[in-house]
């Protein structure tokens, strides 16, 4: 950790070397500037320029921590805004004091030369870092349960239903049976009964017994004839996370089992700075990188339309005095397309004036913040308001019942890697799955439980498909799925695989057990022209299959062929 952190400290002040070594270019420039500078409407473009060039000065060294410089800077542009307001003060006192803040600033850049060290930086002790979650099973590991209960038929049914949802499952009729089994490995969960031929509680007593063993707590699920207040209170003494009744069915189990052991690994937040000081926006870049966020830049504002659409970032931090293009201009500009008038605008800018800093908010941007801003503050302010865009996208993008993709987004993502896949002639498969009798289901057992059915295929879906697949809810009891790099063959071995799964599952209603099959059509990029074609295929190997006499996988082409 000490060398990772140094690394970026280095990253640091090598950006600050670099502006450093810079500064007498930019007084340079202030210089010419201000000697071609004459009163009149024809000044004022180049006193424009003049103080932009102070103001630049002004955020950048204040990024890096150079506050003595910063603040002549900032002295000289105030002088230069007042010129711009009143010609008169053109006089050569005038002159002669910008010049002399101009003197400041270079003796203090070259003093800041002479001591680089990196105590001037803002501190990244406290900077946030990313969460340590890649370390933990995700939705699409193959997780281990062991599941120890004395009672055979209790046994296999469970074991029958966890292994048609994804897990490895390991059973065990002992208790000495799974505690040599937990000595060799230690499983991601436990299913474990209470009662054994060795005590009403020897099944508590064997998990407390693994937390000394392992120096951990294994996530256990205890199942019991008993649910009197002492046993439940010694399962969650001996760290049980669930307590279920014997009369539980497996998808009780099931349920509890994804809450334990799936974590799913989130994506970095992505963000998009726009600052045409190529220094500033690396420095920014490089602290909100270390908190592991993903960061795209650019120095030029026209460019921010593009990269919007094709990076699809959470937030956009940008500078508001950019030549050309203003940040509250471009504001404007991204507001006005529907489909960014909900991300985050952040403006990172050294303007102190109030009003200035309401007129850019006032266009609908969501923060300000100044330059000096410690990487802390920086760090907070943008996760916060990604985190707020990526709720409120997914509440976009999600069915709200299965927490799938949607129609329409599982749609958008379709078309965005066909187009890949044609730039970079690569394939893809599209499948379309639907639930076979879904009606009956309904009409028989009630609503609620058709969406039981539902919920459980879209969960054997995530948890069978490969990471990278995208899975959505197509509408009603129809679902979509996009296998990505994909051969017709891989793609018919997964969802054949799926299906079987699938068409083991148990489901109870009224005390009727009943299974459900699925009919899956299947055809793949490149073999069509695009996603039209390519949905149509799809949907039509959907409909043999069904005509074809249901559970089963078509794939779609001439004639068609069923697994």
Same mark, same amino acid.
């Not at 913040?369 to 996760?383: D, Q, R």
């Not at 002639?425 to 057992?445: E, P, Q, S, W």
């Given at each position: 950790m000490t060398n990772h952190v140094s690394a970026h400290a280095a990253r640091l002040s090598k950006l600050r070397g670099m502006f450093v070594a810079q500064v007498p270019s930019k007084l340079t420039e202030a210089r010419d500037l201000l000697a071609v500078v004459k009163k009149g409407d024809d000044s004022n473009e180049l006193t424009s320029q003049l103080k932009r060039v102070f103001h630049n000065l002004k955020g950048t060294s204040a990024s890096f921590g150079l506050k003595e410089l910063s603040g002549e800077a900032e002295a000289a542009e105030m002088l230069i805004d007042h010129l711009m307001r009143q010609p008169g003060l053109y006089t050569i006192d005038f002159i002669n004091e910008v010049l002399q803040h101009i003197a400041k600033i270079d003796h203090l850049a070259a003093q800041s030369a002479r001591d680089m060290a990196p105590s001037v930086l803002p501190s990244i002790d406290k900077v946030f870092t990313p969460t340590a979650h890649n370390q933990q099973k995700d939705i699409n590991s193959r997780r281990t349960i062991y599941v120890c209960d004395d009672d055979d038929v209790q046994i296999r049914q469970i074991n029958s239903q966890l292994t048609c949802f994804g897990y490895d499952v390991h059973c065990f009729l002992t208790i000495d049976s799974l505690r040599q089994a937990v000595r060799k490995q230690k499983p991601d969960a436990v299913v474990m009964d209470v009662v054994f031929p060795e005590g009403e509680d020897a099944g508590l007593k064997v998990v407390a017994e693994f937390r000394e063993m392992t120096g951990e707590v294994i996530p256990t699920i205890f199942i019991s004839g008993r649910s009197d207040f002492q046993a439940r209170l010694q399962a969650v003494k001996a760290g049980g996370k669930a307590f279920l009744n014997k009369t539980m069915h497996g998808l009780d189990i099931v349920e509890h089992l994804d809450a334990l052991t799936t974590t799913v690994k989130p994506e970095p937040y992505s963000v998009l700075v726009i600052d045409d000081e190529p220094l500033v926006a690396a420095y920014h870049a490089s602290i909100l990188e270390e908190a592991g966020i993903i960061v795209h830049v650019t120095h030029n504002p026209s460019a921010a339309l593009v990269m919007l659409r094709e990076l699809r970032p959470e937030l956009v931090l940008m500078d508001v005095h950019m030549p050309d293009c203003e940040g509250y201009e471009l504001a404007q500009v991204i507001r006005q397309m529907p489909e960014y008038v909900?991300?985050?605008?952040?403006?990172?800018?050294?303007?102190?004036?109030?009003?200035?800093?309401?007129?850019?908010?006032?266009?609908?941007? #969501?923060? %300000?913040?100044?330059?000096?801003? *410690?990487?802390?503050?920086?760090?907070?302010?943008? !996760?916060?308001?990604?985190?707020?865009?990526?709720?409120?996208?997914?509440?976009?993008?999600?069915?709200?019942l299965t927490g799938l993709y949607n129609h329409t987004a599982i749609m958008q993502f379709l078309e965005g890697e066909?187009?890949?896949?044609?730039?970079?002639?690569?394939?893809?498969?599209?499948?379309?799955?639907?639930? #076979?009798? %879904?009606?009956?289901?309904?009409? *028989?057992?009630?609503?609620?439980?058709?969406?039981? !059915?539902?919920?459980?295929?879209?969960?054997?879906?995530?948890?069978?498909?490969?990471?990278?697949d995208l899975v959505g809810r197509y509408g009603g009891e129809e679902f979509a799925v996009v296998l990505l790099d994909a051969t017709i063959e891989k793609a018919c071995e997964l969802l054949n695989a799926l299906r079987e799964d699938f068409g083991g599952v148990k489901f109870w209603a009224n005390d009727q057990e009943f299974s459900v099959t699925i009919s899956i059509g299947v055809a793949q990029y490149p073999g069509c022209e695009g996603v039209g074609a390519l949905c149509e295929l799809a949907d039509n190997a959907l409909y043999a299959a069904k005509r074809g006499g249901r559970n089963r996988v078509m794939i779609a082409g001439p004639g068609g062929t069923f697994l």
């Open positions: 909900s991300i985050p605008i952040i403006y990172l800018s050294s303007e102190t004036d109030a009003a200035i800093q309401r007129s850019a908010l006032a266009v609908g941007a #969501d923060g %300000f913040l100044i330059k000096s801003i *410690t990487p802390e503050e920086l760090i907070s302010a943008v !996760v916060v308001r990604a985190e707020r865009m990526r709720t409120l996208r997914s509440l976009m993008v999600r069915d709200s066909v187009a890949g896949s044609r730039r970079r002639k690569g394939r893809l498969c599209f499948a379309m799955i639907d639930v #076979d009798h %879904f009606k009956k289901v309904n009409d *028989t057992y009630g609503h609620p439980v058709g969406d039981q !059915v539902l919920i459980s295929l879209a969960r054997i879906l995530k948890q069978q498909l490969r990471q990278n």
